[in-house]
T-cell receptor, first 114, second 110 residues
Framework: EAGVTQSPTHLIKTRGQQATLRCSPI?????VYWYQQALGLGLQFLLW???????NRGNFPPRFSGRQFPNYSSELNVNALELEDSALYLC?????????????FGPGTRLLVL | DAKTTQPTSMDCAEGRAANLPCNHS???????VYWYRQIHSQGPQYIIH???NNETNEMASLIITEDRKSSTLILPHATLRDTAVYYC???????????FGKGTKLSVKP
């Protein structure tokens, strides 16, 4: 069974540009979570999508947004990139809404903002 | 979700058992204890979780004290590939997301 996949693996952007990161969950999983791990910092929760709806949002500005598609894959969009957005962005999926199902993580997308 | 406290770092000799402690003294009755690990710059890997009974799988064992205020993750025969940051998370699930602390950096040495 394939795990969570993310693309691209690396992304280089300049300040002010937009970045789009993609995530495909494990087959059968309906929930997708996004986390940010900036250098030297812990994993911070960004967004939770389930059944196409945003269920919860972390303490991030509105320029961080996303969506979930009918096939349960998800996109994370970061607008007006700032230098401090440079980080490893991790996607996780779980099998059911309700919030207690085990989350499985992808390998991440490393975003560098110059 | 309850706050957890873990040692910043630990060393373990290759082939020996690694015992990683976690305190979660404010855990509530419906919160599970989850363990993940993150090997350098990779995505976190799920290890094990439990509510009040001890649990074992192919990766590790989880021992939860009777009062549920602390737990220990046991890697029975640590290898160099077990070198990673280990995160203990107390999770009730209402918000969906996991709340990661700083974890314990385990170094397995030959």
């Amino acid at each position: 069974e394939a795990g969570v996949t993310q693309s691209p693996t690396h992304l280089i952007k300049t300040r002010g540009q937009q970045a789009t990161l993609r995530c495909s969950p494990i087959s059968g999983h309906t929930s997708v979570y996004w986390y940010q791990q900036a250098l030297g910092l812990g994993l911070q929760f960004l967004l939770w999508y389930d059944e196409g709806e945003e269920r919860n949002r972390g303490n991030f500005p509105p320029r961080f947004s996303g969506r979930q598609f009918p096939n349960y894959s998800s996109e994370l969009n970061v607008n007006a990139l700032e230098l401090e957005d440079s980080a490893l962005y991790l996607c996780a999926s779980s099998s059911r809404t309700g919030g207690l199902e085990t989350q499985y993580f992808g390998p991440g997308t490393r975003l560098l903002v110059l | 979700d309850a706050k957890t406290t873990q040692p910043t770092s630990m060393d373990c000799a290759e082939g020996r058992a690694a015992n990683l402690p976690c305190n979660h003294s404010t855990i509530s009755g419906n919160e599970y204890v989850y363990w993940y690990r993150q090997i350098h710059s990779q995505g976190p890997q799920y290890i094990i979780h439990g509510l009040k009974n001890n649990e074992t799988n192919e990766m590790a064992s989880l021992i939860i004290t009777e009062d549920r205020k602390s737990s220990t993750l046991i890697l029975p025969h640590a290898t160099l590939r077990d070198t990673a940051v280990y995160y203990c998370i107390a999770r009730g699930g209402s918000q969906g997301n996991l709340i990661f602390g700083k974890g314990t950096k385990l170094s397995v040495k030959p």
